[in-house]
């Protein structure tokens, strides 16, 4: 006599719960991309309408003002919402990249490298992370202001280029990317220790570099409390701190609400292009250490 095993059927119970189950989640999901499209949308539509279409009309109206607002933003104030945008990209590109090679090579000096209290001094670097910026502001201003750097441009450069998340992280992409197979091979060959990091741990972080200089750009980019302590000459506010000033004049000017929105359609811009070209190397550094 032979006993046959048949799989389990899924009843109609079974089946109600995964169909509710997955509408649940779809549903989740599509609240949850209208909540981050739908301020995007407003933005586009409202950058589209003059001062006066803004505030008497419908967004869906068929006033199209995009050309003239974009002209008037870099018009307004003498055209220094440009000379905003070019610090904004010197703040920001320049202080991620540099940002990202300190953060990067830390962390590997955390993974790879053997030295006393090293794991102390981790400690402190996750206790770091914990701490808003906002806190560290008005140490940082006294500081700049000890060292005559208030109202500088270094005075918001130089405290962006050090991120103890970006240590963290680099330390996770270094297990995760660089076996000690490998160093010990290029160190058997006759590399020293900053030629290794160089030539062939740095490629393989690549991943982990473009994910911290990710992170970075969009942090610095929309820094607004250290520059609105640090800056008082307008020439060298970043957009967010320059937006800001004219956000603020519109209230007694309303001229200034289109070119509020408009520059702030534009201040978006590099963030998206940023993540667009670089999504490739983002995924796959977020995956760092999961499979081993």
């Known amino acids: 006599m032979t006993a046959t095993l048949t799989a389990p059927t899924a009843g109609p119970s079974g089946t109600r719960t995964r169909v509710l189950g997955r509408a649940t989640a779809n549903a989740v999901v599509g609240l949850s991309v209208l909540y981050t499209l739908l301020p995007v949308l407003w933005l586009v539509l409202a950058t589209t309408k003059d001062r006066d279409a803004l505030f008497r009309s419908s967004l869906l109206s068929g006033d199209f003002s995009l050309v003239g607002n974009i002209k008037d933003v870099f018009a307004m104030d003498d055209g220094i919402y440009g000379r905003w945008y070019l610090n904004s990209l010197l703040y920001a590109v320049l202080g991620a990249a540099i940002g990202a090679l300190v953060s990067v090579a830390c962390g590997y000096a955390f993974d790879k490298y053997r030295f006393r209290h090293k794991e102390k001094l981790f400690g402190l670097v996750l206790a770091a992370v914990m701490v808003p910026q906002t806190v560290l502001a008005l140490p940082l201003y006294l500081m700049a202001s000890e060292t005559g750097l208030v109202n500088t441009f270094w005075a918001v450069f130089i405290p962006v280029l050090f991120n103890p998340f970006g240590v963290y992280l680099g330390r996770i992409f270094s297990q995760g990317y660089v076996p000690d197979e490998v160093l010990e091979a290029a160190r058997v060959d006759g590399a020293g220790e900053l030629a290794t990091y160089a030539r062939v741990s740095l490629r393989m972080l690549a991943p982990g570099l473009v994910t911290v200089f990710l992170f970075q750009l969009t942090a610095i980019w929309n820094n607004f409390f250290l520059p609105m302590v640090m800056l008082s000459d307008q020439h060298l506010y970043p957009v967010?701190?320059?937006?800001?000033?004219?956000?603020?004049?519109?209230?007694?000017?309303?001229?200034?609400?289109?070119?509020?929105?408009?520059?702030?359609?534009?201040?978006v811009l590099p963030l998206i292009l940023a993540f667009a070209l670089l999504q490739r190397f983002w995924k796959s550094g977020l995956t760092a250490g999961a499979v081993k």
Do not use: C, H, M, R
Request: glycine fraction near 8%; charged fraction near 5%.
């Open 240 to 267: 967010s701190l320059g937006l800001f000033s004219w956000n603020s004049q519109a209230t007694v000017t309303p001229d200034y609400y289109p070119v509020v929105i408009a520059g702030s359609l534009l201040a």
